[in-house]
T-cell receptor
Framework: DQQVKQNSPSLSVQEGRISILNCDYTNSMFDYFLWYKKYPAEGPTFLISISSIKDKNEDGRFTVFLNKSAKHLSLHIVPSQPGDSAVYFC???????????FGTGTKLQVIP | NAGVTQTPKFRVLKTGQSMTLLCAQDMNHEYMYWYRQDPGMGLRLIHYSVGEGTTAKGEVPDGYNVSRLKKQNFLLGLESAAPSQTSVYFCASNNKNEQFFGPGTRLTVL
């Protein structure tokens, strides 16, 4: 039972355009959501997060949107850069010992 | 400040062999975690610890044991390795809601 779903395994975007990565969740107890970025042969690194009391959080080129009623969040990267090419994991936390549940990841390729 | 380190980086085992993966963090974090990453499966939590001397099971604990004798170290043991344990293993430690990950250990069980 996949509680956090990333239905697009891969995404290709032209440099300078917007990248939109999507994530759906099923557990209503999740109250904190995170995005991690992972390069090959490295561990994931934290990118941006959002609390369930907000519907948007912005950090530079990265914005995360949360739609609680739809149990959906998305990560927008504007403008996309070749260095953004990586696997992006969505993760959700229900507040207990920070035991986050990860999605399966979306591989983003930004084409120069 | 090295962050989270993992030893070894690569290992090949034969079925039935045992080994221990070491994770160390120098950020004084209370919480530590072991994950495995498999193709198409994302990261799945094996075991975690909320402090020195404590451990708890995650989503996929079978076949693994852990120990947290010191706050900075979290050990993951495989007593009798199986081919199904071929994976990339990541350790992480936690600061509030952000987890810091190590570089991973690639384990192959033949």
């Amino acid at each position: 039972d996949q509680q956090v779903k990333q239905n697009s395994p891969s995404l290709s975007v032209q440099e300078g355009r917007i990248s939109i990565l999507n994530c759906d969740y099923t557990n209503s107890m999740f109250d904190y959501f995170l995005w991690y970025k992972k390069y090959p042969a490295e561990g994931p690194t934290f990118l941006i997060s959002i609390s369930s009391i907000k519907d948007k959080n912005e950090d530079g080129r990265f914005t995360v949107f949360l739609n609680k009623s739809a149990k959906h969040l998305s990560l927008h990267i504007v403008p996309s850069q070749p260095g953004d090419s990586a696997v992006y994991f969505c993760a959700a936390d229900s507040g207990g010992y920070q035991k986050v549940t990860f999605g399966t990841g979306t591989k983003l390729q930004v084409i120069p | 400040n090295a962050g989270v380190t993992q030893t070894p980086k690569f290992r090949v085992l034969k079925t039935g062999q045992s080994m221990t993966l070491l994770c160390a963090q120098d950020m004084n974090h209370e919480y530590m975690y072991w994950y495995r990453q498999d193709p198409g499966m994302g990261l799945r939590l094996i075991h975690y610890s909320v402090g020195e001397g404590t451990t708890a099971k995650g989503e996929v604990p079978d076949g693994y044991n852990v120990s947290r004798l010191k706050k900075q170290n979290f050990l993951l043991g495989l007593e009798s390795a199986a081919p199904s344990q071929t994976s990339v293993y990541f350790c992480a430690s936690n600061n509030k809601n952000e987890q810091f990950f190590g570089p991973g250990t690639r384990l192959t069980v033949l």
